[in-house]
C-alpha cells in the first residue's frame, strides 16, 4: 500500500467546512484513497473512498487530484462530534477472496471548537 | 442490525499469562481482521481470516494466533503476555469495499 501524509492537527470552528488534506504521490494506478476516521476509545469508522472522480455522501466529500497524488475530506458543516482523528489510506479494494488490509498512519486530529 | 461485537471491553492480565478475544462481525460480512492500537498510534494490522484460514498477517510473533468460525467469528489469542501488549485491540469485518469495525476491547498487561 502507498504510504500516506496527513498533518498532524487542525482546527475548525462549529458551522465551518473543514478540509483534511492528505498527500499520496506513490499511489498505483488501481489503488483506492479511503477515510476514516477514530472518535476517542471507539473504532474507526469508515467515511468515504474513491478512486479519481469526486465523490459525496451524507458526511463528507471528498476531493482527489487529476494526477491523484493528493486528496482533501470535506466536513462541510463541521459539529462538535466531528471531533476525531481522521485517517487516510490508500488501498486496493476487496476482490474475490483476497481481502486487502489497512494501513494506518497517525492521521491527523481535527479538533472542531464552538 | 448489530454491527461488529467484541468482548470483552476490558481485561487486566498479569505478564505471562494468555488472554482470548472474541469478535462476531457485522451480518453478512465474511472477513475479519485484527488490529493492536497502542495509546497515541494509529492501529496495527494483525492478521485477517477469510473461510477460516489466516489469509494475511503483519509484522507480529507467534505468540498472536487467531481462528475464524464456520459463522465468521473469531476469536484473538495472545499467549506469555508481554507489558507492551498492552493497547486497544480491535476488530473489523468486511465484505467488499470497506471494513467496519468493533470498539474494540483494551488489554491492560500488568
Known amino acids: 500500500d502507498a504510504k500516506t501524509t496527513q498533518p498532524p492537527s487542525m482546527d475548525c470552528a462549529e458551522g465551518r467546512a473543514a478540509n483534511l488534506p492528505c498527500n499520496h504521490s506513490t499511489i498505483s494506478g488501481n489503488e483506492y484513497v479511503y477515510w476514516y476516521r477514530q472518535i476517542h476509545s471507539q473504532g474507526p469508522q469508515y467515511i468515504i473512498h474513491?478512486?479519481?472522480n469526486n465523490e459525496t455522501n451524507e458526511m463528507a466529500s471528498l476531493i482527489i487530484t487529476e494526477d491523484r497524488k493528493s486528496s482533501t475530506l470535506i466536513l462541510p458543516h463541521a459539529t462538535l462530534r466531528d471531533t476525531a482523528v481522521y485517517y487516510c489510506i490508500v488501498r486496493i479494494p476487496n476482490s474475490g477472496g483476497s481481502n486487502y488490509k489497512l494501513t494506518f498512519g497517525k492521521g491527523t486530529l481535527l479538533t472542531v471548537n464552538p | 442490525d448489530a454491527g461488529v461485537t467484541q468482548s470483552p471491553t476490558h481485561l487486566i492480565k498479569t505478564r505471562g499469562q494468555q488472554v482470548t478475544l472474541r469478535c462476531s462481525p457485522k451480518s453478512g460480512h465474511d472477513t475479519v481482521s485484527w488490529y493492536q492500537q497502542a495509546l497515541g498510534q494509529g492501529p496495527q494490522f494483525i492478521f485477517q481470516y477469510y473461510e477460516e484460514e489466516e489469509r494475511q498477517r503483519g509484522n507480529f510473533p507467534d505468540r498472536f494466533s487467531g481462528h475464524q468460525f464456520p459463522n465468521y467469528s473469531s476469536e484473538l489469542n495472545v499467549n506469555a503476555l508481554l507489558l507492551g501488549d498492552s493497547a486497544l485491540y480491535l476488530c473489523?469485518?468486511?465484505?467488499?469495499?470497506?471494513?467496519?469495525f468493533g470498539s474494540g476491547t483494551r488489554l491492560t498487561v500488568v
Open positions: 474513491g478512486l479519481k
Open positions: 473489523a469485518s468486511s465484505l467488499m469495499y470497506f471494513h467496519t
